[in-house]
């Protein structure tokens, strides 16, 4: 059986200490608002949700830029 899995990165940022590693999973809310805000530019597609095909304010974030831009984006 093909799996239905779509190639791409996941972001997070990784604290690293000489006891501990953390990693802290983007928060959504709020690159949402860093594009609102025009504080950030990336490429990226707005996908709404199942439920609120109809609610413009309700959507995921897809980063589409390719990994050069997005780690220059940084």
């Given at each position: 059986m093909?799996?239905?899995l779509v ?5 997070a ?11 802290q999973?983007?928060n ?8 609102k805000q025009?504080r950030?530019?990336?490429?990226h ?5 199942e ?22 984006s940084?």
């Amino acid at each position: 059986m093909d799996s239905h899995l779509v190639p791409m990165h996941t972001v997070a940022k990784i604290d690293m200490a000489p006891d501990k590693l953390a990693i802290q999973w983007y928060n959504e809310e709020w690159l949402i608002g860093l594009f609102k805000q025009n504080r950030i530019r990336i490429a990226h597609e707005k996908i709404p949700y199942e439920q609120a095909k109809m609610d413009n304010d309700q959507y995921q974030v897809v980063l589409t830029a390719s990994t050069m831009t997005s780690r220059n984006s940084c």
